[in-house]
């Protein structure tokens, strides 16, 4: 089952290596990572996304991210109520014709045509999981050239 967590973490050099490693040094495949800076500049937040057989799997990883010194707080959203969304970039087939079906997928969907010319479309979309694989399934129709996902992100 795959779990989400959240670290606020020092921004500091080498963070993000040493967390990368807790996961790797244990075995624990790290589905999607996320991380940016917050309001403050000297504070960073990571959401991580890995595929944990059970419960204790889980308890463990959170107990060894609080062990590094870096690590400021971490938080798991596998019981709580949060809001998860991710980013796509996709570059599809385009024609002329197609721009009515298109603005008809995104009125269905938080998304925009970006930037379209004579063959192609770059296309945008925010969404669960859920919404973007719905989404990535109607731009299929169209033949998607080249895709690209964030990790997902997360807040309470």
């Not at 809001?83 to 796509?88: A, F, G, M, P, W």
């Not at 990535?136 to 895709?147: P, Q, T, Y």
């Amino acid at each position: 089952m795959k779990h989400t967590i959240s670290v606020l973490v020092e921004n500091k050099f080498g963070v993000l290596a040493r967390v990368a490693g807790l996961f790797s040094a244990r075995g624990y495949n790290i589905a999607s990572l996320a991380v940016s800076e917050t309001l403050d500049p000297c504070v960073s937040y990571m959401t991580i996304v890995v595929d944990a057989k059970d419960e204790k799997v889980l308890e463990q990883i959170n107990k060894q991210l609080n062990k590094l010194i870096d690590v400021i707080t971490v938080t798991d959203f596998t019981k709580k109520e949060h809001i998860d969304r991710e980013l796509v970039l996709a570059k599809i087939n385009y024609q002329p014709k197609d721009l009515p079906k298109l603005e008809a997928i995104f009125k269905k969907f938080v998304g925009k045509i970006v930037q379209h010319k004579a063959d192609t479309a770059i296309v945008e979309a925010v969404g669960d999981q859920q919404q973007i694989k719905a989404l990535l399934e109607e731009l299929n129709k169209f033949g998607v050239k080249e895709l690209i996902r964030t990790g997902k992100l997360a807040i309470e």
